[in-house]
């Protein structure tokens, strides 16, 4: 029998109740358990994401090296305009979109609280450079 029996992403934040609300609308998650300063959620697929309250937390500074990036969350999707109005609709922002020329297989985003995310089309082709 495993000793760790299950995992999952916690990111600091000055409000979590609202960034759990960011992330449950985002994924259509369920809220699991909550405290005074933890939120928990948890996706259909499983994937559980908690928040927990930092009143000092500042936002990942990305690429700029003085924050570092601290946590990065990576989501698939198909439709990837219709995430992005979602997430813009929910309160975050696009960070990185490719060529607006044509369709993107990969792009960045920051949650209300400024932690960076990408959503991505299938399986990435190639290793991110840098």
């Known amino acids: 029998m495993a000793l760790v029996t299950t995992g999952l992403v916690v990111l600091d934040c000055a409000e979590p109740e609202k960034l759990a609300e ?24 499983g994937f559980r994401l908690a928040l927990r309250r930092d009143m000092n937390a500042t936002a990942p500074s990305w690429p700029r090296p003085e924050n570092s990036l601290q946590a990065h969350l990576e989501f698939v999707a198909e439709d990837l305009d219709g995430v992005e109005r979602k997430i813009v609709s929910l309160g975050g922002r696009p960070t990185e979109s490719g060529d607006p020329n044509g369709p993107t297989e990969e792009r960045g985003y920051a949650d209300p609280a400024g932690h960076s995310f990408t959503v991505r089309r299938g399986v990435p082709t190639a290793p991110k450079q840098g």
């Not at 609308?25 to 300063?37: I, K, Q, R, W």
């Open 22 to 45: 960011f992330y449950r609308e985002l994924l259509e998650a369920e809220h699991v358990d909550a405290s005074a300063n933890r939120v928990e959620i948890r996706a259909a697929d």
